[in-house]
């Protein structure tokens, strides 16, 4: 029951976060779960620790050369904790497996461990925190994947591995005509693309306002007021440009009579001045545009199919 619970708060957090905050979040929830593991606890501290050394006396050859000061610092400051003593003597006596795992493009698959027999007691996801924090001082391109490593460990994969968010199944399952779907979205990444897909494969009627003008307020309102009582749907774009207008378009939706298979969606981007309110009373779904060129071009295709 415990570890459906932190799936299930993970799962459903997540939608509404941006994946560098899912990290993040997940990560947390890591620390929660393992708050009884002493083992874990000490390791997760050290991973948060921060180096009280500035100037390194270290020869700065170690690793043949590889270290920049802030690196041979942070590592000079490992090596004084009982839990990473003999990391030094470890880089000195073993070059050769320490300068694979910083030029290796996977280095989170390659850590050297010298801390291990200092810590018996550690179990696996203490364990790969040590790595964690050596990852973070000498390669921290590579922190995200091993974080993830340890996500895994904790989190089940079903959680974590969502993919893209299934609207439709939102709107049937996770949703109702009292609480707006607001789709919020990386700046210059427009969502309102999947709602007009998920309409067209429904042959659902639907009204589409773009806000920014003062004609789209009343346009809106009178759109929003028809599928109330219909039942249909209605699309409000950016409606982060104006934010004001939004506390009452709140209190006119309160005061509806809504079929319950009404639904509003609402497009915006990040804006710290949208109403709080409307965020707590909504179903904040985040969207950003894949990473990567072969993600960016399949996401480019499937828009161009679908609008055709």
Not at 14 to 23: A, D, N, R, V, Y
Not at 55 to 65: A, T
Not at 120 to 136: C, G, L
Not at 145 to 156: G, P, Q, R, T, W
Request: with cysteine.
């Amino acid at each position: 029951m415990t570890q459906e619970f932190f799936d299930k708060t993970y799962e459903n957090v997540s939608k509404g976060l941006f994946e560098e905050h899912q990290t993040l979040f997940a990560l947390r929830l890591v620390q929660i779960r393992k708050g009884l593991d002493e083992g874990f606890s000490k390791s997760f501290s050290l991973f948060m620790r921060s180096t009280t050394i500035i100037d390194s006396k270290l020869n700065p050859n170690i690793v043949g050369g590889k270290l920049n000061q802030n690196q041979l610092a942070s590592i000079e400051d490992l090596d004084s904790l009982f839990e990473f003593s003999g990391l030094v003597s470890s880089m000195e006596s073993d070059e050769s497996r320490w300068s694979q795992f910083i030029d290796s493009p996977t280095a989170e698959q390659c850590v050297p461990e010298p801390w291990k027999p200092n810590n018996p007691q550690f179990s696996t996801e203490a364990n790969q925190v040590m790595q964690m924090t050596m990852i973070k001082t000498l390669r921290p391109d590579r922190l995200i994947e091993a974080s993830n490593s340890l996500i895994k460990m904790v989190i089940s994969d079903e959680s974590l591995n969502q993919g893209q968010v299934e609207l439709d199944k939102i709107v049937d399952h996770g949703s109702n005509a009292d609480s707006p779907l607001l789709l919020v979205s990386a700046p210059g990444y427009d969502a309102s693309y999947i709602v007009d897909q998920l309409a067209k494969s429904r042959a659902k009627k639907f009204s589409s306002v773009a806000i920014g003008s003062p004609e789209a307020f009343d346009e809106a309102e009178s759109a929003i007021k028809m599928a109330a009582r219909s039942g249909s749907w209605v699309l409000l774009k950016n409606v982060h440009l104006a934010p004001s207008w939004l506390i009452e378009l709140e209190k006119m939706v309160y005061k509806l009579q809504l079929n319950p298979q009404f639904r509003l969606f609402l497009t915006m981007e990040v804006n710290p001045k949208v109403p709080t309110t409307l965020l707590r009373a909504s179903y904040v779904l985040m969207f950003e545009p894949p990473s990567g060129i072969k993600a960016a071009m399949t996401r480019s295709y499937t828009q161009a199919i679908s609008q055709e």
